[in-house]
């Protein structure tokens, strides 16, 4: 979605994005340009009958108006940080940690945008680790949040909801040492 109010053809893709998902009841993920976009496809959803519970707000980093992070939280929506790197740790740092004494921690999705194959770029261009947000990340923090042990797999208040990694990158905080699969 483009920054700002929707247009007539974001409108047209959040109403046809709400028949799908009433469907087949999969998750609205919607790369979104910033929390003006965001709130008028909540409440676009809502009128057609999708609970904001079925839309994650992507690239919620974008916005500067944390605000807007917390009125998508308190509305139900799902609200995902990525870029995470080192470059942007401490900001995606602060996000998180302004969510959770916002108490909404349990609606925050993360992700790094790692990987990516650059086509004539030698070795396919600067390859990003899988892992920073597990084993750099996470431990950010603080030990308040201990988020990785459960792999993003959790829903408790006080945790995060959800971990975007891939491949999945198993760590085992007691031995700190990576594993490439779960077996």
Known sequence: MNSGPLSEIDAKLVKAAAITHQQTGLTIASHTGDGVAAMAQI??????????????????????????????????AWVEFDGISSAAAQKHVELVLGMKQAGYLSRVLLSQDSGWYHVG???????????????????????????????????????????????????????????????
């Open 43 to 76: 409440s676009a959803l809502k009128s057609h009958g999708v609970a904001p519970a079925g839309f994650i707000w992507v690239h919620a980093q974008n916005e500067a108006d944390t605000r807007l992070h917390r009125h998508a939280a308190e509305a139900g």
């Open 121 to 183: 770029e030698p070795s396919g261009g600067n390859f990003r680790p899988y892992d920073f947000l597990l084993i750099e990340f996470l431990p950010l923090l603080g030990p308040r949040i201990a988020i990785a042990r459960t792999l993003g797999l959790c829903c408790d208040s006080g945790m995060i909801a959800g971990v975007v990694s891939w491949p999945p990158v198993v760590f085992d905080w007691n031995a700190k040492v990576r594993r490439k699969d779960a077996s």
